[in-house]
Each structure stands twice: as structure tokens, then as C-alpha cells.
């Protein structure tokens, strides 16, 4: 399966300089007194990949989690897809219903992984597409047994998540959001809790998904990775996007000093 | 041990085991199924959002456990029917314990709840699920896995608890001893009995919840 057998995707296909798929204006979130955005604007084109990187605790977790409507903003405003924007600033504040349309059009990998104990491999995939979007079970398990046979686990799909090592694990979590067909991937840190041997066989399999043209918004501290598949890189400091461009460009000659002296941290740790 | 005392202790045995199997046992399993079911119900109303649904469980559980078995008994059997209801012995010991199970496991339902970590319920709702859903399908089998050592023990104090029944009238062990005793005047001989068979439950019931812990304690998130 590739993003562009979306009917989505197809409807637009050919059409005149299309939309953005993702579209993030002024968006802001507080805990409490804590002001962890403050007027975060991102836009992502269909099948570009975009990097956050940045410090602990400026808020990069925080905008994945508003993206898949798992935090409410407190203003600004979420497109996604082009037909569905969910204004956070007005008032009444957007509704459960709200939520859940933004949440169906993207799927996250987290970086626990956060697999269901309690469930196989393959119910893992399939709890989402059969127990919520209600798609033919049969229709779903093919899909489904090709994606994880893909990803090296085709002899694992009876296991739980506990028999499986982290890399596998992470495997899944990829494959379970895959299997929601959604429009936009959400990564948080997806290699950051794993052993340094396994964390190649999950970007590898995130660059793949890069080249078949789905769009992703990947939170990262693996340089490399992130030049050579985001389309584009932005620094998130504080709350706020300090600055994004062209990957390359950004990561060898950034233009703020915040910027310059992450990457030093970064690259030279003592 | 002389002969006629070892010949009492066997026949005795079997009214006392009939006890068991009659009363005790049913007693306990069905004001378990009964307490559970309202547990749950209490659990969850005390995680609610909604203060006055959230602070009607919590009154509930203080008074269940604030309040001792027997008076709770007594008020029932003894005390509604000068309101005028009358409430035949079974009932009013099932009505008792399942209200006292409700109190004390709904405590562990809604820790067990609390145990699934955050991230369970963000996966569940990422993949689409609602609340409900999310709660039904996610949270509360791996709930079910993590409080299965503390019901196990509240399961074995209520088996225990069912000897107040005897207080209300209820043929159950315990009573069937009490009476044979009244009969030959062996007390220590029959609720040294007793306390047998009560204790040869327990071990049966403890084994089993081992075996239990054992097979679920490997799919719970950690
Ligand atoms: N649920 C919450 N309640 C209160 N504060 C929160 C909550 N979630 C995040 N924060 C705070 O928001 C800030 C940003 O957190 P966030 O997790 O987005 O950072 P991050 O950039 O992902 O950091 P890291 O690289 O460590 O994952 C932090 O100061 C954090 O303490
Ligand atoms: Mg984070």
C-alpha cells in the first residue's frame, strides 16, 4: 500500500498546484501557566517529509500531539487534507467530533511504542481499520499480514508485543499506523528508546515509506537521517519554530545562533 | 485423640462440608459476581469528570468501609424491618456482602485502572477510538490483568466473612458447626473443624490465584 492509492490523493491528482496537505497557523498550547507553543505555523506539502528537531522540552511532542488532536490548542488553526480545519480559537472550542475528523486523517508512532500488551502482533494492526473504521476484516488481514511481512515480521504476527525486541516493536507501531491509511504520519522520536544496533532497521524502514511519497512530520535527534530524507528541517526552540529550510542548507549553515549552538550540542556532546 | 472424638470430627464432617458447598460457597461466588459488577460501576463513576457522580462513589466507599460488616448486616436483617422490609436471610446476606465487595473492589478498580499507563489510552484514541471504546477494549482488560491479586484476596476475606451470615440465620459452614457443637458439647473440637475447612478453602483458593498470576502478569504494559 502507498499513499497514492488513497482516493484522496487520487481525486486531486493533476490538479493545479495543489494544497498543502498540512497546514499549521499560529497555533498555541499552555499547561497552566506554562506556555509550551506560542504561534507555531508549519505547512506540508503532499509527499514532503518534514523534521523537528530542537531541545528537550520545547514543545515538539506537544505538536505532534495537537496534529492527532490528542491535545486541545488553545488558538490557531489545524488543516489537514484541505477540506477540514479546525480553528482552535474560537469559541465554542472545537468539539469531540472535531477532534476525532482531524485524528482520522493522521496516525502517530510514538516513541514507547505504546503496542496493546494484551493483543497480538496482528490485532495490533487490525484493531484500528476492523474494530473502528469498520473496514471488511478480510480485506484488512491481507493488508495488513502484506505490510508486516514487509517489515520482517511475517512470522511474528501471533506474538505479543512483550516477545518482540524494541526495534520489532517500533516495526509494529509503524505498520499499525499504516494500516489506518491515514493521509499524514506523525513520528515522535521513533528510534529514540531503542538499543543503537536496532535503531537502523526503523529509519530505513521510514525512509522507504519517505521515497513512496507518503507525508511525514518526524520528530528527531538523528541528524543524518534527517538530511538525507526530510524535505525540509525546522528548529523548534522554546515553543517556537526559530527557524526551517531546505535540510542541507539548515544543518551545515543555519542562520541562528540558537540553531548553531543546538547543533554543536548535538555534535560534540563534551 | 480418642475414638468417639475422632468419630464425632467424621461425622460432623459431612454437615459441615454440606454447609460449605450450600452456603458458604454460593454465598461467597455470588456476592462476588454481584460486588464486582458494582465495583466496576463505582469504580468508574469515582474517575468521572462529573464532581457529583465522582463524589456519590466516593461517600459509598467510605461508609463500605468505614462501617463494620456486621453492623452493615444487622442494619439489613435486623434493622429494615421495622421500616417495614422484610428481607429473607440469603438475600440479606448477598445484599451485605455484594454492597461491602462493591466498596472495597471498586478502591482496586480504579487503581488498577489508573496503572495502565497514558500511553495506552494515546494509542487507543490515535487509532480512532472513543472514550468508551478506548476504556472497553484497551484499559480495562489490561485493568483486569493488574487487579487480579488484590480481588483474589478480597475474594478469600469474603469467603472468610460468610461465617457472619451464621449471625443471620444463614445454614452455611459455620452454622452447621455451631449447631453441632450445641448438640455434643464439642466446641473446641468443631471450630477447630471448622477453621479446617475454612483454611483448606483458602489454600485451594490461593493456588488457583497463583496459577492465575502466573498467565496474566506477562501481558500487561510495564
Ligand atoms: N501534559 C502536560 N502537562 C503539563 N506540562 C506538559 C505536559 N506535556 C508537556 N508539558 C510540558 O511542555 C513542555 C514541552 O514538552 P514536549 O514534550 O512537547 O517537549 P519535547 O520537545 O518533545 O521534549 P523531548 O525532546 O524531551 O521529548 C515541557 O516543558 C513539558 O514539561
Ligand atoms: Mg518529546
Known amino acids: ?270 | 485423640m480418642n475414638q468417639s472424638t475422632w468419630d464425632l470430627f467424621l461425622s460432623s464432617l459431612g454437615p459441615i462440608i454440606l454447609g460449605a458447598v450450600t452456603g458458604t460457597i454460593p454465598l461467597a461466588l455470588v456476592s462476588f459476581t454481584v460486588g464486582l459488577a458494582l465495583a466496576l460501576v463505582v469504580a468508574l463513576m469515582r474517575l468521572s469528570r462529573r464532581r457529583w457522580l465522582s463524589g456519590v462513589a466516593r461517600v459509598y466507599i467510605s461508609i463500605v468501609r468505614g462501617t463494620p460488616l456486621l453492623v452493615q448486616l444487622f442494619v439489613i436483617f435486623y434493622g429494615l424491618p421495622s421500616l417495614g422490609v422484610l428481607i429473607d436471610p440469603w438475600p440479606s446476606a448477598v445484599i451485605a456482602f455484594s454492597v461491602n465487595v462493591g466498596g472495597y473492589a471498586a478502591e482496586v478498580i480504579r487503581a488498577a485502572i489508573l496503572s495502565v499507563p497514558k500511553g495506552q489510552w494515546e494509542a487507543a484514541y490515535m487509532i480512532g477510538m472513543s472514550h468508551r471504546r478506548a476504556l472497553t477494549r484497551i484499559i480495562l482488560p489490561q485493568a483486569a490483568r493488574v487487579s487480579v491479586p488484590p480481588l483474589s484476596n478480597t475474594f478469600i476475606s469474603l469467603v472468610k466473612d460468610t461465617s457472619l451470615a451464621s449471625l443471620i440465620l444463614v445454614t452455611e459452614l459455620f452454622r452447621q458447626a455451631q449447631q453441632v457443637a450445641a448438640f455434643s458439647q464439642e466446641f473446641m473440637l468443631l471450630y477447630l473443624e471448622a477453621a479446617l475447612v475454612y483454611w483448606a478453602i483458602c489454600l485451594v483458593l490461593s493456588s488457583v490465584q497463583g496459577v492465575l498470576e502466573t498467565r496474566l502478569d506477562r501481558y500487561v504494559a510495564h
Not at chain 1, 122 to 131: K, M, R, Y
Not at chain 1, 137 to 158: M, N, P, Q, S, Y
Request: glycine share 8%.
Open chain 1, 1 to 270: 500500500m502507498s499513499p497514492t492509492d488513497l482516493p484522496t490523493d487520487a481525486a486531486t491528482a493533476g490538479a493545479p498546484a495543489p494544497a498543502p496537505l498540512l497546514t499549521v497557523r499560529g497555533l498555541r498550547k499552555s499547561f497552566g501557566t506554562n506556555q509550551v507553543l506560542e504561534s507555531i505555523d508549519l505547512t506540508v506539502g503532499r509527499g514532503q517529509v518534514l523534521a523537528l528537531i530542537g531541545p528537550s522540552g520545547s514543545g515538539k511532542t506537544t505538536i505532534l500531539r495537537c496534529l492527532n488532536g490528542l491535545e486541545v490548542a488553545d488558538g490557531g488553526a489545524i488543516t489537514i487534507g484541505g477540506e477540514v480545519t479546525i480553528d482552535f480559537g474560537r469559541v465554542p472550542a472545537p468539539s469531540r467530533r472535531d477532534l476525532a475528523a482531524l485524528r482520522d486523517r493522521s496516525a502517530m508512532v510514538f516513541q514507547h511504542y505504546n503496542l496493546f500488551p494484551h493483543k497480538t502482533v496482528l490485532e495490533n494492526v487490525l484493531e484500528g481499520p476492523v474494530v473502528v473504521q469498520r473496514r471488511p476484516r478480510a480485506e484488512v488481514t491481507a493488508e495488513a499480514l502484506a505490510l508486516l511481512d514487509r517489515v520482517g515480521l511475517g512470522d511474528k504476527i501471533d506474538a505479543h508485543p512483550f516477545e518482540l525486541s524494541g526495534g520489532q516493536q517500533q516495526r509494529v507501531g509503524i505498520v499499525r499506523a499504516l494500516a489506518l491509511r491515514p493521509q499524514l504520519l506523525l513520528f515522535d522520536e521513533p528510534t529514540s528508546s531503542l538499543d543503537p544496533e536496532l535503531v537502523g532497521d526503523v529509519l530505513r524502514l521510514i525512509k522507504e515509506l519517505a521515497v513512496e511519497g507518503w507525508t511525514m512530520v518526524i520528530v528527531t535527534h538523528e541528524l543524518e537521517f534527517a538530511r538525507e530524507v526530510a524535505t525540509e528541517v525546522a528548529f523548534v526552540d522554546a515553543g517556537t519554530i526559530v527557524e526551517h529550510g531546505d535540510p542541507k542548507q539548515l544543518l551545515r549553515n543555519p542562520t541562528q545562533e540558537r540553531t548553531r549552538q543546538f547543533l554543536h550540542r548535538l555534535l560534540f556532546p563534551f
